[in-house]
């Protein structure tokens, strides 16, 4: 099988494509005949060589995809060959097939075009495991989202607006912002030109009750000023460094959270039951148009370094997606 893989840590331009064995599966896995693959931040960071995955998991980059099922092994039920999925990975979604545990795998929602499907399981996971698994975000609640143009931040809001809760969120430009807007967000805040901690003082009655960060260290002081009693503070990323120094006395007077997440080191129990409550929760939302995967745009997988480009630029909205 045709794989991407960095030929070693460095830019965009180490990716390159190659040839492979196709992967074997164990009793408990389906081999997907990959259709597109989703980009994640965790993909830049790996081919720089600063995460590399999880023990077992492919060498091959790639957190999602979607595909046809090509294969089952002889202890998966529910799955046949021919039937249309997507799937959450720990590694291999770049290339023209991948073995993944069958708890991973969900089905297409209807109205989602099979390629468009590679957008939603990293997305979907995250967001409702952190925002409403781990932190609880109740309806009538405000929720911030760091970056909500990006493909977590859009779908976050989405999924907290359709679920009765308040949104705020930050965004770069003028047109991010709309776009966070047409999405379901209440208040948007141009972090180039606003003090997020200010606005939120503004537009709420003493903090927001989560938020959903992928800032890390460069954001954790204003964060715990922006959070409310109670609130929670969930961090998915380190893209503004990874070591900071926290106020703990401004965090107990507060009686607040501040909860670290990693999903894809998580066991594939885990994962399994993540994937199982998505189905169970998110995806009717997304079956009846109510929450709507976002695309920026699509490239062909020998232009992965292309997409990984785009996708450092941050002058993209949604997902960037590579189809095989």
Known sequence: MRAVIATTPGGPEVLSVTELPDPEIGPDEVLLDVAAAGLNRADLLQRQGFYPPPPGASEVIGMECSGTVAAVGAGVTGWSVGDRACALLAGGGYAERVAVPAGQLMPVPDGVDLVTAAAIPEVAATVWSNVFMVAGLQPRETLLVHGGAGGIGSFAIQLAHRLGSRVITTGGTAEKLAACAALGADVTIDYREQDFVSVVAEQTDGGVDVILDNMGAKYLDRNIDALGIEGRLVIIGMQGGSKAELD?????????????????????????????????????????GLVQPIVHGTFPLAEAGAAHALMESGEHSGKILLTV
Request: aromatic content about 2%.
């Open 248 to 288: 703990i006395n401004k965090l107990l007077r507060k009686r607040g959270a501040v909860i670290a997440t990693n999903l894809r080191g998580r066991s594939v129990a885990e994962k399994s039951a993540i994937c199982a409550s998505v189905v169970e929760h998110v995806w009717p939302l997304v079956s009846d």
